[in-house]
């Protein structure tokens, strides 16, 4: 079977690895060059974890990409690509879904700890939490190099026998039941058996009915200068953090060169991925730095090293979308990874060759159906 994958983000990495492992021909096209500092797929790092709260879908499909990330580390001996500084939940103890999420790992198997806010505190003394707070620390878990991680799937695609080919596809004309071909702006043809967009923020400019289906979003990112002589906030003393106590979300990583990298997870104000990006403003900047200084004491006057400005290409509900176009059964539409989506690469490129081949079950939730209307988000 020939298979064209357009979009060589970490979806579309994994996908024509895995098609090119399994013996089908694969071209993957991008028009740049893979997780380039455009897509969805680029900057330092991307958290790993598998807390979902109530959504075993999700945390099962972690638990499964981690493995074959970490398989795929040890093949391509890049072990920088992930480091263990495992990763703490924070959230209120009356939070529903912090039990949840201890039952679902207790059923999966996944290690972790569970504390309260003393204990935390006594452990990592960097913080200063709420009292009332809870915590769940996967250790296992950790960070990902984003772009690095990326570049070595598809180095690795390519040297298997996947093609590589730049270009930029043009809008298909959907005219029939089946597409036979791609064509990129400068003429050329791509043609294949199936077709498989994992374009990130451009499937909308692709699919016109895409457009309240996937919405692209500004997200901001927060770099702060450490006190110098501190090794607190290292990888080897400081884990990862997602903080479920204040109205928005914050995470946020150990100093892993570039200073103490920190964002808020909630939709940013809508987002063109093709126009210029406008730097983060005093609004944004005070926002982190305030965050900051309450729950890091020592880092109250930090520095602000850098901004810098990413995207997330949402669905109505957070979850993933991985279905057939209504009109053309042979094109595949892989998105939505709505902030989410960089660990389950593997896990998504694994259900994409199922479905293609008839040899897996649909699920639902990935459907374009069931991302219908306003939905109100819901996965964390």
Known sequence: ME????????????????LGRAGHQATLIDRREPANEQSSSAGESRVMRSAYGPDEIY??????????????????NCPECFRKTGVLWIAPS???????????FERLGIAYDWAVAKTIEQRYPQFSLQHDSVGIFEPDAGAMRAERSVQAVVAAAIREGVRYEMAEIRAPVLNHSRLDSVEASDGRRFSADQFVFACGSWLPKLFSALGEVIRPTRQDLFYFAVPNGLDFFGPDALPIWIDQT???IAY??????????????????PFDPD??????????IAEAAGYLARRFPLLQNARLKATQVCHYENTPNGDF?????????????VGGGSGHGFKHGPAVAEYVLDVIAGAGAREFRFSLESKQGDLGRRVL
């Open 3 to 18: 298979v064209a994958v357009i979009g060589a983000g970490v979806f579309g990495a994994w996908t024509a690895l895995l």
């Open 59 to 76: 945390s099962a499909m972690a638990r499964r990409s981690l493995q074959l990330w970490t398989s795929f580390f040890r093949e391509e």
């Open 94 to 104: 009356t939070e529903a879904s912090v039990e949840q999420a201890r039952k679902i």
């Open 246 to 248: 204040e109205a928005n």
């Open 252 to 269: 946020g990583f150990p100093n892993l060169g570039k200073g103490l990298k920190m964002g808020f997870h909630r939709l940013g104000p």
């Open 275 to 284: 126009e210029p990006r406008v730097l983060s403003g005093r609004e944004e």
């Open 321 to 333: 979308l991985i279905d057939t176009h209504p009109q053309t059964r042979n094109v595949w539409l």
